[in-house]
């Protein structure tokens, strides 16, 4: 089955400057990628996600790249604010065949 | 728009008493439900999912169950709580493609003492 690899589990960065997280996955047929923002006790919510058929997508602040041969892809937060400081989650998903494979979280720290 | 309902928001059980955790859906028909697993400062860990009504995929083997008896209604249930049944449990749903956006809820914390 999908395997995802999150890194770093954890991420400390002074505020206004980027934060990156990065995730690999195992099954060449993912086609599915969003990421997830979870703050103390609250639930997790998207933030921003992409398809396999883009390379790149941009909100804001907030960026995915995917590279599909090397099999993995990366959150970018520019412009690093307190209110970035939660935990970050990747998934990937086999078109119509399994649910989201999460990966284990990065938890971000933006210092003032 | 859509909207989901999980509640009760906090729990605490003890040991051996039974579990019921209701989760419902408006503003959309069909949809894939599921049931998630935090336990403190860790990953989501899904426990069961429903593409239909009757229809429950367990993932992981474990004294709790789940069902869903009407179209967006999703129950998780235990006869006996275990300890190491703490945790944040969270309901979810999507449209009826595994690739597409989780909608969560709002959760419930579980303490069982």
């Known amino acids: 089955g999908e395997n995802v690899e999150q890194h770093p589990s954890t991420l400390s960065v002074q505020e206004g400057d980027s934060a990156v997280i990065k995730c690999t996955y195992s099954d060449s047929a993912s086609n599915y990628f969003p990421w997830y923002k979870q703050e103390l006790g609250k639930r997790p919510q998207l933030i921003i996600d992409?398809?396999?058929?883009?390379g790149e997508k941009k909100d804001q602040r907030i960026a995915v790249t995917l590279n599909k041969t090397a099999k993995h892809f990366s959150l970018h937060i520019t412009e690093t604010q307190p209110e970035d400081s939660a935990v970050y989650f990747c998934a990937a998903s086999i078109s119509g065949n399994t649910p989201l494979v999460f990966g284990k979280g990065t938890r971000l720290s933006v210092i003032a | 728009s859509q909207t989901i309902h999980q509640w009760p928001a906090t729990l605490v059980q003890p040991v051996g008493s039974p579990l019921s955790l209701e989760c419902t859906v408006e503003g959309t028909s069909n949809p894939n439900l599921y049931w998630y697993r935090q336990a403190a400062g860790r990953g989501l860990q899904l426990l069961f999912y429903?593409?239909?009504?009757?229809?429950i995929s367990s993932e992981v083997p474990q004294n709790l169950s789940a069902s869903r008896p009407q179209d967006r209604q999703f129950i998780l249930s235990s006869k006996k709580l275990l300890l190491s049944d703490s945790g944040f449990y969270l309901c979810?749903?999507?449209?009826?493609?595994?690739?597409?956006?989780?909608?969560f809820g709002n959760g419930t914390r579980l303490t069982v003492t």
């Open positions: 979810a749903w999507s449209v009826q493609v595994f690739s597409s956006p989780l909608h």
């Open positions: 992409i398809r396999s058929n883009v």
């Open positions: 429903s593409v239909g009504i009757g229809q």
